[in-house]
């Protein structure tokens, strides 16, 4: 059996050294000894999001207050390249999926735009509370997976902020769009190899305007196609970070 992962504020990370007693959140606690029925002696892993990886013991399976004995910790490398979605946002949803799913895979950020053709539109109060939430879900996508870096998930921005703020592309960052352009390149004859930062850019389910896809064009992004068919936006985002998870390892 695989040991509970279980998340920690950064501001604990100081005090997990080897036989160190670590206390959990009530919320935590709740979820390791009532509903996941966790018991003394049961091995965890505490995640922090900024890559801490600690491998303790359940020294106190407290159901408000639980304690965790500390074995042996380290801090993990992040992922090469780094990979951000810049996503067009979906309808109902289909964003959380999109955002749960790509987190779990190991993206570093994702970045919702609000395109022409979104069907999502959120006011102030509305962006604030979706961002809320995605960021819980790359917690949770963190415990699921094992991956001990959380993504950045960014405050909801329209589309043309978004392109007009973003700084020149340095050496090593690749912007690709997926898209079905006639000129768009096939995905496999890319070299991820050298790539420190990939950032992919996805339009929702009307697919981004032609003026959009000039100015990502103006703004360095490569038209990209992934393959043969045509994906759900919340598929083609997940296919872009496991295609450049796999092409970068070649």
């Known amino acids: 059996m695989s040991p509970l992962r279980v998340w920690i504020d950064h ?37 922090d999001g900024e890559g801490l990886v600690v491998e303790g013991k359940l020294a106190s399976a407290d ?23 810049a996503q067009g946002m979906p309808k109902g949803g289909t964003m959380d999926d999109l955002v749960r799913s790509c987190c779990e895979a190991g993206a570093a950020g994702i970045i919702p735009l609000e395109t022409t053709r979104c069907e999502l539109k959120l006011d102030a109060d509305r962006a604030r509370t ?20 959380r993504a950045e998930i960014a405050a909801p921005i329209r589309f043309r902020e978004w ?8 050496e090593g960052e690749l912007r690709l769009t997926g898209s079905l352009e006639f000129d768009a390149e096939a995905v496999a004859h ?39 068919t045509v994906l759900r936006a919340e598929n083609a985002a997940l296919a872009c970070v496991a295609i450049t998870q796999a092409l970068a390892k070649r």
């Open 63 to 85: 159901g408000d207050a639980a304690v965790v004995e500390v074995v042996r910790a380290r801090v993990a490398d992040t992922l090469s390249p780094a990979i951000y979605v």
């Open 190 to 228: 890319l070299d991820f190899t050298k790539a420190s930062k990939v950032t992919w850019l996805i339009g929702p389910e009307g697919d981004l305007t032609s003026e959009e896809y000039a100015a990502a064009r103006a703004a360095g992004f490569m038209p990209v196609v992934l393959g043969p």
């Open 163 to 170: 392109i007009e703020r973003l700084p020149a592309a340095v």
């Open 130 to 149: 979706r961002r809320e939430r995605w960021q819980q879900q790359a917690v949770e996508a963190c415990k699921q997976s094992g991956h001990p870096w």
């Open 11 to 47: 501001e604990q990370a100081p005090a997990c050294k080897p036989g160190a007693f670590v206390k959990l959140s009530a919320d935590e606690s709740a979820h390791v000894v009532r509903s996941l029925r966790a018991r003394r002696g049961d091995a965890v892993v505490l995640l």
